[in-house]
Each structure stands twice: as C-alpha cells, then as structure tokens.
C-alpha cells in the first residue's frame, strides 16, 4: 500500500511563499493523477491542484496564478509551490490522488499565514 507523507509547510506571513513536498513509499504513483488537497478547520477539504500522470496540471479559481503544482517520477514526490499566500490558506495540506482519494491519507502539513 502507498504511503505519503506531506512536508514544507510553516508559519509564514501574508504574502511569502512556501513550497510543499509529498513523498510516496511503498510502490509508484507516477501512473496516477495526483492532487493537492486542503482543510481548514471547520471547513470541507478542498481540492486545490491537480496533476495528471502525463503533466496536466488544473487549479481552483482561488490559486490560479498563485500556485504550481508539479511532480517528479523519478522521485516519487509531488510537489505544490505556493506563492503571494493569504491568511485564508491557512489549512492542513495534504496530497492523494485526484478527483477521487485513492490510497489512505497521510498526516498532512500544516499552513498558517498569519502577520
């Protein structure tokens, strides 16, 4: 079974970047879309970017221009660059596949944007 582990997350201020990475162990993802997913407290994940096996790459509305979602096969890892980050963002962010959860949910990391 895949595992993921999410990393790269902090306290940050409005406006600065942060850069995300989820490694997967325990067999290959690259055959899969995989996505970036996010959950503030009392509110719905939310799926923020997606990445398809072949690099197709969709955001929602509110990080279009903002966020870069990428993955490297070679390393098994997914990662989500995230720049001009609003205290709204704040959230645990976490990666599975996507539209659909496929393998079982990592801890995630925590983002807080906060001046």
């Known amino acids: 079974q895949v595992q993921l582990v999410e990393s790269g997350g902090g306290l940050v201020q409005p406006g600065d970047s942060l850069r995300l990475s989820c490694a997967a162990s325990?067999?290959?993802?690259?055959?899969?879309?995989m996505g970036w997913y996010r959950q503030a407290p009392g509110k719905q994940r939310e799926l923020v970017a997606r990445?398809?096996?072949?690099?197709?790459?969709n955001y929602a509305d509110s990080v279009k221009g903002r966020f870069t979602i990428s993955r490297d096969s070679t390393q098994n890892t997914l990662y989500l660059q995230m720049n001009s980050l609003k205290p709204e963002e704040t959230a645990v962010y976490l990666c599975?596949?996507?539209?659909?959860?496929?393998?079982?949910w990592g801890q995630g990391t925590q983002v807080t944007v906060s001046s």
């Open positions: 599975n596949t996507a539209p659909n959860r496929y393998f079982d």
């Open positions: 325990g067999g290959s993802v690259s055959i899969y879309a």
């Open positions: 990445i398809s096996s072949g690099g197709t790459k």
